[in-house]
């Protein structure tokens, strides 16, 4: 069962967490945009080159956010996927990790971390870490990230990965998404990136007011990127982004296993 608000160890969670930082992320100027990374030493020398024309690519297709085009410049989505795949790491698709999962498409990485209008400071949660590879964009962005994953051997070689490249404010944990991740939150800003039949609620009491949730929902047939952003302690206000194709999100406020 998820912790619903009423439940005593739900406030216990927050109050604990609220004054904790996760680790920040070393701060770097690259070409006049703050990007923080330490990160990617490992690998940055391969296929830098297609990695410029994704970012072009990427530009073209109207991703505007000079912070979130240089982050897709950034990471070596390469180093997050089986070495067969290599040859396809930066085109813009969806490729197989293991387990039944994909890694995210670059180009819907890219929209989902436009659309969190990211300043800098924010604590976000990902739900559905996968390849790692939105967490490793994200930790560029952000001062810390919490992602859930529900398939262990994901999780564990998602950590593996990030921990090459050097990422120091992803924290990964097993587990149910669907409940969000209490103990760590409330977040600035919720990324879903696994499609759910609704929006779950526990996930959204865990949203600062203020903030911003950004996932897919709805029928399998019919997914829309939704933006939700946290009006007070009770509104929500809600914009379609458009149409989008996800893996399952599966829990308890997801669909059944
Ligand atoms: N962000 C990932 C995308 C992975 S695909 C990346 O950049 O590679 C979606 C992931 O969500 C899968 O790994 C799947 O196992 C996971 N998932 C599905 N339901 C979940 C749940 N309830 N909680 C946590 N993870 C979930």
Same mark, same amino acid.
């Given at each position: 069962?998820? &912790? ?9 969670? &927050? ?11 070393? %701060?770097? =100027? ?16 391969? @296929? ?5 024309? +994704?970012? %072009?690519?990427? %530009?073209?297709? /109207? ?13 070596? =989505? ?46 976000? &949660?990902?739900?559905?870490? /996968? $390849? ?5 964009? +994200? ?6 990230? #919490?992602? #859930? ?12 990965? +990030? ?11 097993? /587990? ?18 696994? *499609? ?10 865990? &949203? ?8 897919? @929902? ?17 509104? @929500? $206000?809600?914009?379609? +982004? *458009?149409?989008?194709? @996800? ?6 406020? /997801?669909?059944?296993?």
């Amino acid at each position: 069962m998820c &912790l619903r608000p009423k439940d005593p160890q739900w406030n216990q969670a &927050l109050d604990d967490n609220v004054a904790s930082q996760g680790p920040q992320g070393l %701060s770097l =100027r690259l070409g006049g945009m703050r990007v923080k990374s330490a990160i990617y030493a490992a690998d940055r020398g391969r @296929f830098t080159r297609s990695r410029s024309r +994704l970012v %072009s690519r990427l %530009s073209e297709a /109207g991703i505007e956010d000079e912070r979130v085009l240089e982050a897709m410049g950034t990471v070596p =989505r390469h180093t997050l996927i089986p070495e067969v795949l290599w040859g396809e790491a930066y085109k813009d698709q969806a490729l197989p990790i293991g387990e039944g999962q994909t890694i995210s498409a670059p180009g819907i990485v890219a929209r989902m971390t436009q659309a969190l209008a990211l300043t800098g400071d924010e604590r976000v &949660l990902e739900i559905g870490t /996968g $390849s790692g590879y939105q967490a490793a964009v +994200l930790s560029g962005l952000v001062a810390s990230v #919490v992602s #859930v994953e529900r398939i262990p051997q994901l999780a564990h070689e998602a950590r593996k990965n +990030l921990d090459t490249l050097q990422v120091t404010n992803v924290t990964i944990h097993e /587990g149910d998404g669907t409940c969000g991740w209490p103990s760590s939150g409330p977040y600035d800003r919720i990324l879903v990136t696994a *499609g759910g039949p609704e929006l779950p609620e526990p996930v959204l009491l865990q &949203l600062k007011v203020g903030g911003a949730l950004v996932g897919p @929902f709805g029928p399998r047939d019919a997914q829309q990127l939704l933006r939700v952003v946290r009006q007070d302690q009770k509104r @929500f $206000s809600q914009q379609t +982004l *458009g149409a989008c194709n @996800f893996v399952d999100l599966i829990g308890e406020h /997801g669909w059944a296993a």
